[in-house]
């Protein structure tokens, strides 16, 4: 396992936590505000690194070796500031199971993570669901500057709003976003 010090990136621990629980046979995907934070090029800052593993009872075992302390699902280790999360599948946004992921190569080795339309997506059902606005921000943040799939933003809304009985009102939503982003809604 390559060492952890102040200096590891955001995408390096990544990398060394992932390929660890991978040495153990574990399977993790990286979500959540990290994941905005590498599509935005750190425009977006957040300390903690969310993973969706199906072997949550295994990770510590995986990653204590390595210097790891956990206190419940949160994870932490000395020489770097970033809190680890460990989640319970599903991997999915809303209803939306996620089937494919993008894998990300650094120096540190690899990671999967969400693509950039389901990072923008995830931040989207946040503020669908719950009004978030930062997530919105965080939504457009992505949108900018990353390559998404609008026609798959667009399908994801319109299914996920028929399924929660919200469809107006998360494409009214989906309209504020695309205004956000300077096109016409």
């Known amino acids: 396992m390559k060492e952890i010090s102040p200096k590891t990136t955001r995408a390096e621990l990544a990398s060394i936590v992932s390929e660890a629980l991978r040495g153990h046979g574990i399977d993790s995907v990286l979500v959540g505000g990290s994941v905005v934070s590498l599509y935005s090029k750190g425009k977006y800052v957040t300390h903690d690194l969310d993973f969706v593993t199906a072997?949550?009872?295994?990770?510590?075992?995986?990653?204590?070796?390595?210097?790891?302390?956990?206190?419940?699902?949160?994870?932490?280790?000395?020489?770097?500031?970033?809190?680890?999360?460990?989640?319970?599948?599903?991997?999915?946004?809303?209803?939306?199971?996620i089937e494919k992921t993008s894998l990300k190569k650094n120096r540190a080795g690899s990671f999967r993570t969400l693509t950039a339309t389901d990072c923008v997506l995830d931040r989207l059902?946040?503020?669908?669901?719950?009004?978030?606005?930062?997530?919105?921000?965080?939504?457009?943040?992505?949108?900018?500057?990353?390559?998404?799939?609008?026609?798959?933003?667009?399908?994801?809304?319109r299914a996920e709003g028929t399924v929660v009985g919200a469809a107006t009102r998360f494409v009214?939503?989906?309209?504020?976003?695309?205004t956000r982003l300077g096109e016409r809604p």
């Open 55 to 97: 072997e949550l009872k295994r990770v510590r075992a995986a990653l204590e070796p390595a210097g790891f302390e956990f206190v419940g699902r949160l994870a932490s280790h000395v020489s770097t500031d970033y809190i680890l999360d460990f989640v319970a599948p599903p991997l999915a946004i809303g209803n939306k199971p």
């Open 125 to 157: 059902a946040s503020y669908y669901f719950w009004n978030d606005e930062q997530a919105l921000e965080q939504a457009v943040l992505v949108a900018t500057m990353q390559k998404i799939d609008m026609a798959e933003v667009e399908r994801w809304t």
């Open 172 to 178: 009214d939503k989906l309209k504020i976003f695309r």
